[in-house]
Nanobody
Framework: QVQLVESGGGLAQAGGSLRLSCAAS????????VGWFRQAPGKEREFVAA????????HLTDSVKGRFTVDRDNAKNTVYLQMNSLKPEDTAVYFC???????????????????WGQGTQVTVSS
């Protein structure tokens, strides 16, 4: 019932920043825990970050800790992934996903999410 659309991807230099947005429609994004995943060419989809319904709890995969942050603005029906200090290995298609959840719950496995966006390409050049 919820639809998700990612935006904000593009080309960045190593060390640069991008801010991805995940806009929800159909149902309020406040009902859902939201995760970010990425898939690089020839590789499996991997978990990047997750945030609970309120924004009070977050989790980041080790490879992006200290560089990426995930936050949300439920009033704008949008979840964000702020990516700083980008590296070429961050190059991938980035997806957001939604899961029905109680407060404080975050999810790190793709199968735990029921709705997915179409993805946005992030390319980091050296």
């Amino acid at each position: 019932q919820v639809q998700l659309v990612e935006s904000g991807g593009g080309l960045a230099q190593a060390g640069g920043s991008l801010r991805l947005s995940c806009a929800a429609s159909g149902r309020p994004v406040s009902l859902f825990a939201v995760g970010w995943f990425r898939q690089a060419p020839g590789k499996e989809r991997e978990f990047v970050a997750a945030i609970d319904r309120s924004g009070d709890s977050t989790h980041l995969t080790d490879s992006v800790k200290g560089r990426f942050t995930v936050d949300r603005d439920n009033a704008k029906n949008t979840v964000y992934l702020q990516m700083n200090s980008l590296k070429p290995e961050d190059t991938a298609v980035y997806f957001c996903a939604a899961a029905i959840s109680t407060y404080t719950h975050v999810y790190t496995r793709a199968y735990e999410y029921h709705a997915w966006g179409q993805g946005t390409q992030v390319t980091v050049s050296s």
